[in-house]
């Protein structure tokens, strides 16, 4: 898929396996992959920069800077699912098109 940008050139669109590839190319680049990591640190990581998006909102923080943060949660998923070889966005696709098929609140009560 083509996207046209701002400067009116057409660039493909990148999908999530082209992020994936990209986030843990630069992660091994910067040295992060050096040793064997263990996936329990890796997802604890991931939870941390959440914690981050939080205190950004709590700290009455601009949208950039909890963008920031969901961002960097993003850049840690993408860097997971790259070295342990995930396929994310098949699995993202698959469960968008499950979830359209559930009920309304997928039947909970919240
Ligand atoms: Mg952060």
Redesign the pocket.
């Known amino acids: 898929m083509m996207i046209k940008k701002a400067s009116g050139k057409q660039q493909p669109r990148k999908m999530i396996n082209d992020f994936i590839r990209e986030c843990h190319s630069i992660a091994r680049e910067k040295g992060w992959w050096q040793e064997e990591r263990n996936d329990g640190e890796l997802i604890a990581l991931i939870h941390s920069?959440l914690s981050?998006a939080l205190e950004a909102m709590r700290n009455q923080g601009r949208k950039d800077d909890v963008a920031?943060?969901l961002a960097?949660c993003c850049i840690r998923i993408f860097d997971y699912c790259g070295a342990r070889e995930i396929d994310l966005e098949k699995a993202l696709l698959k469960k968008m098109e499950y979830n359209k098929t559930r009920p309304y609140r997928h039947g909970k009560k919240f």
């Open positions: 920069e981050e920031e943060e960097d």
